[in-house]
């Protein structure tokens, strides 16, 4: 079983990044996805989680508006598109997935993909 996460890079303020979650040798569809991040010195963050079936979604309050979590499960793929972007938004994207709600608490995920890079320019 394996995630991949691509789409990360080096953005200005106020501009847009698509992030990608591949999965490969799981039922994707029976899993919830989310989306964390870690800046540097802070803790991990769920910022966005999506259910099965793309019908019910999750954002911190920091993303909300800003933010969009969607799925393809015909492609095993999931996706974070990111408008607005702010410095405050830099730090390392890692996308994971469970069998479980896609609401908090964000715990017990049975798979991570190794992160991809998001910096902000201001």
């Known amino acids: 079983v394996q995630l991949q996460a691509f789409g990360g890079g080096l953005v ?8 990608s979650c591949t999965a490969f040798g799981l039922t994707f569809r ?11 010195g802070k803790e991990r963050e769920a910022v966005a ?4 079936s793309g019908g019910s979604t999750y954002y911190v309050d920091s993303v909300k508006g800003r933010f969009t979590i969607s799925r393809e499960s015909a492609k095993n793929r999931a996706y974070l598109e990111m ?9 390392v994207y890692y996308c994971a997935v469970r ?3 896609e609401r908090p608490p964000f715990n017990n ?3 991570w ?9 201001s």
């Open 12 to 19: 200005q303020a106020g501009g847009s990044l698509r992030l």
């Open 83 to 91: 408008d607005s972007l702010t410095p405050e938004d830099t730090a």
């Open 99 to 101: 069998r479980t709600i």
């Open 49 to 52: 989680a999506i259910n099965w």
């Open 113 to 121: 993909g190794q992160g991809t890079l998001v910096t902000v320019s």
């Open 30 to 40: 029976a899993y919830a996805v989310t989306w964390f991040r870690q800046a540097p």
């Open 109 to 111: 995920f049975d798979h």
